[in-house]
């Protein structure tokens, strides 16, 4: 099986990025899911998420998890990478943030499945962890949406604040 | 989509909150969700959690974790650590803490599921961790709240009192 | 709501304990439970378990996990405490140990769930980890029990004996 | 109730074992079951394990992890010990191992279920971890043999050679 | 039982193997599985992987994670070792590796179930991993399949790009 | 050699202490130290300690590691802790929190050597770890403490304040 | 002794500070220490730190530990979130960075000692961690500088990119 | 070089050892040390270690760590085993119990140096850990243990009672 | 004080940067060191090193940490990441890769200080760290190199091979 | 520079090694070493050293760290596998394990220092590491020697015995 060819991705080739960091779903790309006819997992893993309280102006900081069932694309992950810098001088909740995260990749992607969950750094000895998913209506994937919603984090992490 | 705005919450803005150290439900406050047409998790890690032993009067400690599917409203994360220091001068077992903590929870937000889960520190060498859990009745979240009980801390962690 | 009262339980307001160091289960109390309405879960994490091997005499050492939904009575938590002591001087098997427990606690509080899990230290280079369960019969926890067992430590931790 | 006698096993109490390093089965005992009305679970953790690679002659090393639901029987630990030993110089696959000791485990208990878990180190920058596990044909516990394996290791542990 | 004899398998023995650095999925070899009568797992934990970024031939680096129900063949160990080096020069998005290396064993072994996990190092501060399975069509193993993408990573690892 | 005696002490026996709620050095008790020929370290960890913030009168949690050398006299332990349990509803600064722990614990023990060194939970994403110590002026212990203080934590400990 | 009173400080209890997210040390502010007669340390960790990379302009992240020995003067701890806010869209070199810091804390405290670690997350596989100290010119604290860097991180941690 | 003969030693080859449970220094043996021309460390990890408190009777739990540089003898492993099981029954306070220990080490080996740290569990959330070294008077060994003391234990294990 | 402005490195800049293979030094670049009148460390943490063995033309991997102290240049961290590139399909003895990088180094920026360790993936159950260090002769940096050597590694980290 | 030839060491290129399972010194090998100009360190990581209890004939296991400076010869890695290999039917003492192996390299080797550490799982509760080293008498590394004993172990690593 051929790999990848270079001028399949605008983003990865870019000489120099212009970055943006102010809320900027546009710049969200998708590539061909070469092997759509098999249900499969894709997880982002991205601990370097930055955005601001929209009360107080402050800095607040995550690690986001995505993860999804693709159907015909798949995200382009630098570009993902340029949405989630866009992030950094907006404000607001944390709730907000992993909803409106997974709504711009629904857009994108049409996907079969898709979850996000954002771990945030505490504010007041208190640390905040929204949790959403979706599955496509209709299908078998929403009751997988269901099934996973059930099963969500049985397990908290161990959290001590250091 | 828009962010939030200052207005919308009182606590976060507020100069000077009056700290007030024995159990006072009242200082709970709610937001609107944004997102209620779906349902998705919110989780809290409260690390620095304590209270009074009844009989003894001695300090207890505790990591609270409250996680909850919201309906229309959402608990406000500046009015949940004012209520939850709340509890720095009062006497309660631990298995009622954390019964009454969900019970505060559930009149304020009538949320759709909610489960509190308390680990408290070692006294005499023994700690004890209850967790309990509410799925609003006739829904499924009901029955989501028997499985999630059913399926509960089947993996203890390790603890050596160290 | 108001808190326990130092009356409520006579362990823990005693002035000294007499330890017992021989198997002794007539010491454990139990206390009233404030939310039997509700189901939810109680364990105890105690890691300073030991008992003599029948065959040796030499001291045994275990973590003992202990989880239970109660009914109608709680176990005092100081009366678990020495009841799990009068165990230092006792001889059994690990696999005896932890049946024995959990008989005493189904004896004293008439639970709709318990399960003791005990985690002994290695001798000849292996360790021995028994799990009971027990949901009271005829009713939905016996299912409960099953399910559970069924689901016991799929994930074994990782043990070096170092 | 009473604990052990010492003349119900013969291998704790023996004076000097003498150890065989080529498989012997025949070293295995059973001890009875006293909790045999109840469905309980027992682990051993074994991690000083090795063996011989049948191509190479080179020593592998591994932790077993052998968890059952007795019946009438419960394995002697020592004697397991011994068994464990007896590979000490005999050679096979990793995969045949597990196999092997869970045969000879099914043969002496008959117990109600059993499983087997290898973790062996690296060869070549490869680990290999089988699992096998059993229930007896024709019960319930042949449904919970199918659903363990099913349910097996959705978590692979972190593996990074050091 | 016998162990494993000398000539059942050609790549340990070999005295030196050559070493392809492109896509080589000829090197595979099968050995036969002595317990195809019992469905059990085969884990292996391939820490030292690595091919090139398709777009800047930038070398990538991951631990790929293969699991599976073997029928009438067993991957043989050492030939899958070579198989993996193979990749070391040949350029494929992430996504595509572990779906390739999965379709090649499905090839090789026609196992009964297969899963493949891929996870890579971060690049911009983002890490992938990509999750693939199988069960043969038809049968049983296929809604194993479907189970176990359905529950696939309900707990992301802790990842801190450190 | 024969063990101490119950009356050597007095808090360790009494019925119930009172709590005592804002700083109270007055609690201390010293005892005898038996090996007062014999240079050595006495180690007391203690991860409950709570107080206010002074500005904004918020609790602040820490865990505080003190560490000395004894001349004559030991500190009696569950005396530390009710003087540790008085800074409860005190307000200072976690500068000065560790420095007047460490001057109350010189004017009761006259020590050869003493440090006390308290790790804080973040405010603002910020934790703050004060360190001192003190060795008997004109003595050995003086030296002591400045080499202590010249190597003091070379290897901060990893912290992202979850 | 007495606590700190609320007007020693400014920034604690300003209502709604503005944040400035270019370099701006202007904003740090200093108080008084109340144990200047005592060598102690005072740390800061701070895993919060984000700042830009001069030639790509993209977000580079950062956990920055602060350590030093006052003399007359503390950092205001809530002034010191401001000041590192405040590199959030400023461009340097990581081996810029610490040393500006470092130098803006000289200027401000005129410290016995000082040091300042930054421990950044990989950017292409490789991730850079800058140290600098200080001791003031021609005391005992200028050894110690010496001393410190000369027994610098003789312990790297383990690092793999995840 | 010949390995060791079974004769050299009473205790390992024993039946059956009476294990006595008050502190019984008499069952320490010593045996040759066979590489008396070289000064070298010779550590035991103790994590069994349990006595009782001389004030309230309740049981204690600790891990010992003994380490010595043996002249002549070197302890007998078993019958230090079965000297550290006499303190089973026996009440101390947590800093009498290491200087013992080093005192009956000193008397039986006259080693050239030697160090005890005992690590205890947490009783009203304070645990405690004594440190107590010796070195041969009047050689290099007793610098030796002036310079250990003088390091110890700078990176004091992070402890939460849990 | 300024940033770096973008024309100060060629390497970052760059659009496609030519990947190279095989042992290629001269792919390293300096750029000016700015803080040069102080002496810091700078140290680079890079996990993702592989090169082949020279007997087996077998992959080999690494962890590599380097440490420097500069002079008047610093190590540019693109060029570094190259180089390190270039050691892929090159074959040499752990001893050697370690010491060469090292040689390289010096070449490139005749640093006071620099030192460089390698933690090397298992074979055959074994794997090995070299750690070189040099300091500028006639200077004090070479007596660091010689104290650094003789404290190097008194605490090998725990290794399993998993 | 050039990477190592294949002619240099003959283990590595050995088609099949005969492995002897009783102590066998005559298999080491040494290679030149190519930097011998300049003090360095190597170290072998050996978490699967078995050897028999001399006593018991029962199996004992360790992980053994191995590290030296060299002065004209390496140890071949391949060899010292071997020689590793050869404890697994010979019977010794753990403290005589240690001294023996570094003999063993002192007589092949003649190298500027050594050490050697071995850390064995526990019996009867209880487990040994002894740790030996050498300096090159009359030699700064003599005084290396005694520098390193005198620092060796300050920190006992944590365990548990599980
Ligand atoms: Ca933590
Ligand atoms: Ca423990
Ligand atoms: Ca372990
Ligand atoms: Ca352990
Ligand atoms: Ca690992
Ligand atoms: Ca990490
Ligand atoms: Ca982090
Ligand atoms: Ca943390
Ligand atoms: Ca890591
Ligand atoms: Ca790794
Ligand atoms: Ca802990
Ligand atoms: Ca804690
Ligand atoms: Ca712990
Ligand atoms: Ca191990
Ligand atoms: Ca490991
Ligand atoms: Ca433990």
Request: glycine share 6%; proline share 6%; charged share 30%.
């Amino acid at each position: 099986m051929m790999g990848r060819k270079k001028d399949e991705v605008k983003s990865l080739g870019k000489k120099e990025a212009k970055y943006i960091f102010d809320y900027a779903p546009e710049v969200l790309e998708a590539v061909q899911n070469k092997h759509a006819g098999r249900d499969y997992f894709v997880k982002f893993n991205c601990p370097e998420f930055t955005s601001l309280c929209p009360i107080t102006n402050q800095p607040d900081f995550a690690t986001i998890y995505i993860s999804y069932i693709p159907d015909e694309k798949l995200v382009e992950s630098k570009s993902l990478k340029l949405y989630l810098f866009s992030f950094r001088n907006h404000g607001d909740f944390h709730e907000d943030c992993v909803n409106i995260i997974m709504d711009d990749l629904i857009q994108l992607l049409d996907p079969k499945y898709i979850e996000v969950w954002g771990k945030f750094t505490p504010r007041g000895g208190i640390s905040i962890d929204p949790y959403c998913n979706y599955g496509r209506p209709g299908t078998k994937y929403e009751e997988m949406a269901n099934y996973r919603l059930m099963n969500h984090d049985l397990y908290p992490e161990k959290v001590d604040n250091r």
